[in-house]
């Protein structure tokens, strides 16, 4: 999931990726034989799923939260203007059409009827206005206040506590049009709108629940396909059907069970044992379970890398840098090393994002990075005849079982390639993170996830002034093709603007060194159908699952 601190956001993005990042889902789920366990609640004979998370749930106040768990959760009881649909595009949801101008700049959004909270209530537009500035208000905003404040017109400075809410650019017409005005031409924007910090919120009742809101099941008002039954952050949450949600007759599970598990080995387990439906493989359990019918793969729109600190030496040597740049290969790391359906990295932007005529952002880049251990020979001896001594190299990576095996895939390689030395520094991920913000590192095994289906959800993040997070990077051309494309309302020119910022940026200044992006190795039984992962944004998806 994407991450700002406080501008960074992971979705996509961390990793269940997650954005995070990031993201830290997993699925499974149980069932009794034939996909169906009969049990009887309140005398009515119920389809119940049973799924998992990998980790605890941090915080399911939407204006706050920042985690993939518990974007999770809220994507299954809460529902935005659009919807993220099987293909990953945006459908009308709470919205049933929108309207936009020439100019791109005038969003009318106009809301379906008998649209209901889980209490009866109506949904309407003012909803969403009182819930979107809530989340940019300075005094009850979150870290992802960003996704609203840098596209809504007069979002950033209310944001920044420098105006008052009624600049900001959300017009209620009626309770059932709403109209919202943007800072500049966003193509993504009927996207934007199905993530999670986009979701209403009723006034009344989040003023009534004053700090208690979100904290227990019924401390939250629910306007998704499932609300909540039960809550408890570290042992799950279960979901049942909404009787008032508008598309209640096309929701085919009555409930569902997500369940802390945070063993791999236990999950897997249950799933042998006939007790889960879908359970993600750890890297060692790959190849026993390769040739199954059950097993497959998922490939999500979170990138792996080496984040290079320019600010720091032997690093700031740019022979230095473009030889650890190019002395590994990203293939053999997914193949040999990761072996659960991650794809070698070759440029920054994860592969099927969004492009532009019908192509994807990764097939207009190409390949920008390819793996050259002689030419990287060749850099590395001129930047220590520059330097005029063979430097100390340190790569810090967190503490998972993942991150250190990239860092000691990469130590191998380099000795093998570079004819290095390097060391490894590993922390726990919040150390990790917070050494990253302390400037104190060469190089990191770093990740981001995507929030929304755009490069731009990258890219913007490397844009000056850098900190430390980012390699203390800045190159005034880059800033300028970001910044025009953020301008754009032409997406063919604003793609190519975007193009040609990611090839300077890893191919002219090696900021960074594309290692993979990141995927899922799974098993899922024969009869559950419709399950759906979304590559970026809040990645379970429950609303058209289906158990036959």
Not at 501 to 507: D, F, G, P, S, W
């Amino acid at each position: 999931m994407r991450k700002k601190w406080p501008k960074m956001l992971c979705l996509l993005v961390l990793s269940l990726i997650v954005v995070l990042g990031g993201c830290n889902f997993k699925e499974s789920s149980t069932e009794s034989k034939n996909g169906q366990d009969e049990k009887k609640s309140n005398g009515k004979s119920e389809n119940v799923l049973n799924l998992s998370l990998d980790n605890d749930i941090p915080d399911l106040n939407q204006v706050k939260t920042t985690d993939s768990i518990s974007f999770s959760v809220l994507n299954n009881v809460m529902e935005g203007l659009y919807r993220l649909n099987k293909d990953n595009e945006p459908e009308p949801a709470m919205a049933k059409s929108f309207d936009v101008t020439d100019d791109g700049l005038t969003y009318t959004f106009h809301l379906r009827d008998n649209i209901k909270w889980s209490n009866g209530d109506p949904v309407t537009a003012n909803d969403f206005k009182y819930s979107w500035q809530r989340a940019m208000n300075p005094d009850t905003a979150g870290s992802y206040s960003f996704i609203l404040a840098d596209y809504i017109k007069g979002g950033a400075p209310f944001a920044a506590g420098e105006a008052n809410a009624d600049t900001v650019g959300i017009e209620v017409k009626d309770e059932k049009t709403l109209v919202v005005h943007l800072e500049k031409p966003t193509p993504f924007f009927v996207g934007l709108t199905a993530f999670v910090t986009y979701f209403p919120l009723n006034e009344k009742f989040v003023t009534e629940k004053g700090d208690q809101f979100a904290l227990k099941y019924d401390n939250i008002l629910y306007n998704g396909p499932y609300v909540l039954t039960d809550y408890d952050q570290a042992k799950g949450v279960v979901l049942e059907k909404n009787t008032e949600y508008w598309d209640k007759k096309n929701l085919a599970v009555e409930k569902i069970n997500l369940k802390v598990i945070k063993e791999q080995s236990t999950a897997l387990n249950l799933y042998e044992a006939g007790d889960l439906d879908r359970v993600v493989l750890s890297s060692a359990d790959v190849n026993s379970f390769k040739d199954s019918k059950e097993f497959g793969t998922d490939t999500e729109f979170t990138s792996y890398y080496i984040q290079f600190n320019l600010g720091k030496e032997p690093i700031s040597n740019p022979n230095i840098r473009k030889a650890l740049q190019l002395g590994y290969d990203p293939k053999v790391l997914t193949e040999v090393v990761l072996n659960n359906g991650s794809e070698p990295a070759y440029g920054l932007i994860a592969p099927k994002m969004a492009g532009v005529d019908g192509k994807s952002f990764r097939e207009l880049g190409g390949d920008v990075i390819k793996p050259d251990s002689k030419k990287a020979k060749e850099l590395w001896e001129q930047g220590v005849k520059e330097l005029g001594k063979t430097p100390e190299i340190t790569l810090l990576t967190a503490d998972d079982t993942v991150s250190k095996d990239t860092g000691t895939f990469l130590q191998s390689e380099y000795k093998k390639n570079l004819g290095i030395d390097i060391s490894l520094v590993t922390k726990p991920y919040s150390g990790r993170l917070q050494t990253m913000r302390d400037n104190d590192y060469q190089m990191v095994v770093s990740k981001w996830g995507a929030d929304y289906n755009d490069s731009m959800t990258y890219l913007d993040l490397w844009m000056s002034p850098s900190k430390p997070f980012r390699g203390n990077y800045g190159n005034a051309k880059y800033d300028e093709l970001v910044n025009t494309a953020k301008n754009e309302a032409d997406d063919k020119v604003r793609m190519e603007k975007l193009v040609e910022a990611e090839k300077i940026m890893l191919k002219d200044d090696s900021v960074l060194g594309p290692l993979y992006y990141q995927g899922s190795a799974f098993l899922q039984k024969p009869y559950l159908k419709g399950f759906v992962n979304h590559p970026y944004g809040a990645p379970l998806e429950l609303k058209y699952t289906k158990v036959k």
